[in-house]
């Protein structure tokens, strides 16, 4: 099992910045890769940014590509994401997820069905 727990949401006007935090405890070997996903109100589960464990490389949504960036530090288990110059649309409960099975590619890793454990989500609002 692995243990997910988000942090450093909150209120931020538009073009301001926030650095969540992903920490993950338990058996972390087992995981592959990190994936930072968001949900508005009333709006499915949508994937924002990934990376594996060991950096080899990250992928990110068009809708945030060049705002935010992923990034980890394998020493304290924490993946962060950094989101800058945040818009209104930004606003959602942010989640951490961890993923155990290998994927022959990064695009297989926006898929909520790829991860196998959840944090309970950190929230963002963005005022305009």
């Known amino acids: 099992q692995v243990q997910l727990v988000e942090s450093g949401g909150g209120l931020v006007q538009a073009g301001g910045s926030l650095k969540l935090s992903c920490t993950a405890s338990g058996r972390t070997s087992s995981s592959y890769v990190i994936g930072w996903f968001r949900q508005a109100p009333g709006k499915e589960r949508e994937f924002v940014a990934s990376m594996p464990w060991s950096g080899a490389w990250t992928y990110y949504a068009d809708s945030v590509k060049g705002r935010f960036t992923i990034s980890r530090d394998n020493a304290s288990n924490t993946v962060y994401l950094q989101m800058n110059s945040l818009k209104p649309e930004d606003t959602a409960v942010y989640y951490c997820?961890?993923?155990?099975?290998?994927?022959?590619?990064?695009?297989?890793?926006?898929?909520?069905?790829?991860?196998?454990?959840w944090g309970q989500g950190t929230t963002v609002t963005v005022s305009s």
């Open positions: 997820a961890a993923a155990l099975r290998y994927y022959p590619g990064s695009y297989f890793y926006t898929s909520t069905s790829s991860y196998d454990h």
